[in-house]
Structure formats: structure tokens, C-alpha cells
């Protein structure tokens, strides 16, 4: 049975970080391309960020180029997201994702259609 289980939100002020977990389990987490989405209730899901399975490419939305960095740890079958310098509008529910074999580029293209597994999403608030 496969899991993925995100970590790590919470509540800060603008200006400040947080570093998103998601830990995989029942997959064989090195074939598959990670990425990170994100929900405001009454808004249509969102990419984020995304990592390819090798590893050597990743891809963000253009509202969190230089702010948010997405890795992963492949022994741990862990991705993360360290997001910096929060804004109010990055306050969502962020859900991990993972695609077999995903290319970085392909899973910000297709809106999570790609994607073959979520997790349950993990809830940030940024105030002003």
C-alpha cells in the first residue's frame, strides 16, 4: 500500500520559512518524479515545484521561483520543499505527489494529471 505523508506546515509570520516533508512508503521512491501542489479552498489545485526521479532537474511555479527550493533524499525516500521568505498568498494546503519515471518539466505542465499517488496535504499559513 502506498503512502505519501507530508510534514512540516504550520503557521508563520511574512517573511519567514518553513520546511515541508514528505516521506513515501510502498513505492520505489528513486523511479519516481516528486512534485508539490498546493490548494486555497475554492481555488483550483496549483504546481509548485517539482523534482525529476533522477534528480538533475527540477521546476517551479514562476510565484515561488527563488523562494522555495524542492530536493530529495533518495535512501530515505524523502522529498522536501524549503520554502523562504513566505508571503500571505503561499498560505494553502501543499500536497505531495509522485509520478513514475516523472520528468521535472512534464509535471508542471499537467496540472497533477500525471501524478499516480497524493498525500493528504499539510496546511500552511503565512500572516501579515
Known amino acids: 500500500q502506498v503512502h505519501l505523508i507530508e510534514s512540516g506546515g504550520g503557521s508563520v509570520q511574512a517573511g519567514g520559512s518553513l520546511r515541508l516533508t514528505c516521506s513515501a512508503s510502498g513505492i520505489a521512491f528513486s523511479r519516481y518524479g516528486m512534485a508539490w501542489y498546493r490548494q486555497v479552498p475554492g481555488k483550483d489545485r496549483a504546481f509548485v515545484a517539482a523534482?525529476?526521479?533522477?534528480?538533475?532537474?527540477?521546476y517551479y511555479a514562476d510565484s515561488v521561483k527563488g523562494r522555495f527550493t524542492i530536493s530529495r533524499d533518495n535512501p530515505k525516500n524523502t522529498v522536501f520543499l524549503q520554502m523562504d521568505s513566505l508571503k500571505p498568498e503561499d498560505t494553502a494546503v501543499y500536497y505531495c505527489?509522485?509520478?513514475?519515471?516523472?520528468?521535472?518539466?512534464?509535471?508542471?505542465?499537467?496540472?497533477?494529471?500525471?501524478?499516480?499517488?497524493w498525500g493528504n496535504g499539510t496546511l500552511v499559513t503565512v500572516s501579515s
Open positions: 505527489a509522485a509520478d513514475y519515471w516523472g520528468d521535472a518539466l512534464t509535471m508542471s505542465r499537467t496540472q497533477g494529471r500525471s501524478m499516480d499517488y
Open positions: 523534482i525529476s526521479w533522477k534528480a538533475d532537474r527540477t
